[in-house]
């Protein structure tokens, strides 16, 4: 496995987000069963899991967008499970979700508006954003309905990034988008974590979580199957957290790797 966009794990470091024991259901159907996570700061925690796996009820739940049967969510120390979403956002917890969820007939900064309203004070700015993502200056006034998906999601981040958040959320960045985008795209995340944000990723491709991530957990079922380092798991562990007793074939195409490279770490 690669070496990923930020350092090692520091075990003496304290949780910045905490989940504990976490059980969600929609209706009758139990979503997420006894999922716990802790994440130190500067890290980029991934969660990977397939279709239906919990991974955005996972972080929708972190968000107050969806209430926990049981268990709890300790952000900074401080237990905020009964916090409202705007709250959470308000105390450092922001989110880019799954599908990007642009107001198609804002313009590209009346989105970025959008997203300063529970805006902290940090060093994310509408400046520093159009810095590290140049074409947006010259096109702030375009509505973002007249936008690639790639351009989009990168409005998406900046929306996110202009609340200045301490925990920083992204749900299936590279969904529906052309790989060299996707490459683009998680291209930034190394200014992202120099400016003192913490990532949570929530990734379908398994390739690019253990390409970024300093720390692993799979989900399946709403079941945690695997946990630790992606340095320290190999792609057999991957295969039998992932699609529990899949043969390796599955695996390999998963991975993006030809069968004479699967045991690679």
């Known amino acids: 496995m690669s070496e990923p966009v930020n350092g090692a794990r520091h075990s003496s470091a304290s949780p910045i987000l905490e989940v504990r024991d976490l059980v969600v259901h929609h209706g009758?159907?139990?979503?997420?069963?006894g999922i716990s996570l802790h994440v130190l700061p500067?890290?980029?925690?991934?969660?990977?899991?397939?279709?239906?796996?919990g991974k955005s009820t996972l972080l929708r739940t972190i968000a107050g967008l969806h209430h926990p049967t049981s268990g709890s969510i300790v952000?900074?120390?401080?237990?905020?499970?009964?916090?409202?979403?705007?709250?959470?956002?308000?105390?450092?917890?922001?989110?880019?979700?799954?599908?990007?969820?642009?107001?198609?007939?804002?313009?590209?900064?009346?989105?970025?508006?959008?997203?300063?309203?529970?805006?902290?004070?940090?060093?994310?700015?509408f400046d520093r954003v159009y810095e590290m993502f140049p074409w947006m200056k010259d096109r702030r006034e375009q509505r973002t309905a007249q936008m690639s998906g790639g351009e989009q999601q990168s409005v998406a981040i900046g929306r996110a990034l202009v609340a200045n958040p301490r925990v920083l959320m992204l749900d299936e960045l590279s969904l529906g988008l052309a790989p060299v985008i996707v490459q683009r795209i998680y291209g930034m995340l190394p200014q992202i974590l120099e400016s003192g944000v913490t990532v949570l990723l929530v990734e379908q491709d398994v390739s690019q979580a253990l390409r970024v991530a300093t720390h692993l957990q799979c989900l399946l079922e709403g079941h945690t199957t695997l946990e630790g380092r992606p340095a320290d798991v190999t792609t057999e562990q991957v295969e039998a957290a992932y699609f529990g007793m899949a043969g390796s074939a599955s695996v390999e195409r998963a991975l993006n790797v030809s069968p004479d490279e699967g045991s690679e770490s």
């Open 28 to 33: 009758q159907l139990r979503a997420l069963s």
């Open 42 to 53: 500067g890290e980029v925690y991934a969660i990977i899991g397939a279709n239906g796996a």
């Open 75 to 125: 952000y900074d120390g401080k237990d905020v499970t009964g916090l409202r979403p705007e709250k959470r956002a308000t105390a450092g917890i922001g989110m880019v979700p799954e599908g990007r969820r642009l107001f198609a007939s804002l313009t590209l900064e009346e989105n970025l508006k959008v997203g300063a309203t529970y805006a902290r004070k940090g060093p994310w700015t």
